[in-house]
């Protein structure tokens, strides 16, 4: 099986623009979780998609913002960027159901906001 | 508000020894998981080994154990016989219960783990 794939790997963006970046599970998985990384902040949750529906939230801005697509791809886009969004953003799938469920990350987009 | 606590910001192993990575976890919910990942230098986060509140008994995968002390609210991983490439950073994570279900992750700071020869 593929594993879950990210694009772009790496992303450039001045302050005030907007992002999208794009996650595709592992086939047959249905939930969909997005996590920042920062040396500061560390590994922090931003959302979980199942079934097109956004199931967990985080604590992040309304300008973090995400969907999931019917065949389980999802997208997270980031409003009016600010330096302190430059971080790994890593995308996660799992089957989506009860037990252990242990998700399987994608290599993550690397994004930086000059 | 469920933590994990990781004290030890970096460690160093001989090739061939074993060695146990802490972890602590705060958390008043009954029922939880408890995740060990790795991340190499190139950032993807690999998958490690699972404990579950309720398993009595403690999780192995390969070279990978876990020491789970339910009373005592820790799930130290230990690495049996150390390679090179186990040089990383180990993350460990609790799943979050939540009346959806789901997968909110809650990581640790991360022990960053050198083998040297």
């Known amino acids: 099986k593929a594993g879950v794939t990210q694009t772009p790997r790496y992303l450039i963006k001045t302050r005030g623009q907007q992002v999208t970046l794009s996650c595709s599970p592992i086939?047959?998985?249905?939930?969909v979780s997005w996590y920042q990384q920062t040396p500061g902040q560390g590994l922090q949750f931003l959302f979980e998609y199942f079934s097109e529906t956004q199931r967990n939230k985080g604590n992040f801005p309304g300008r973090f913002s995400g969907r999931q697509f019917s065949n389980s791809r999802s997208e997270m886009n980031v409003s009016t960027l600010e330096l302190g969004d430059s971080a790994l953003y890593l995308c996660a799938s799992s089957p989506g159901g009860a037990g252990r469920n242990e998700q399987f990350f994608g290599p993550g987009t690397r994004l930086t906001v000059l | 508000a469920q933590k994990i606590t990781q004290t030890q910001p970096g460690m160093f192993v001989q090739e061939k020894e074993a060695v146990t990575l802490d972890c602590t976890y705060d958390?008043?919910?009954?029922?939880?998981?408890l995740f060990w990942y790795k991340q190499p230098s190139s950032g993807e986060m690999i998958f490690l080994i699972y404990?579950?509140?309720?398993?009595?008994q403690n999780a192995t995968e390969g070279r990978y154990s876990l020491n789970f002390q339910k009373a005592r609210k820790s799930a130290n991983l230990v690495i049996s016989a150390s390679q090179l490439g186990d040089s990383a950073m180990y993350f460990c994570?609790?799943?979050?219960?939540?009346?959806?279900?789901?997968?909110?992750?809650?990581f640790g700071t991360g022990t960053q783990l050198k083998v040297e020869l």
């Open positions: 404990q579950g509140s309720y398993d009595e």
């Open positions: 958390t008043s919910d009954q029922s939880y998981g």
């Open positions: 994570a609790m799943r979050e219960p939540s009346t959806g279900g789901g997968n909110k992750l809650t």
């Open positions: 086939s047959g998985h249905r939930s």
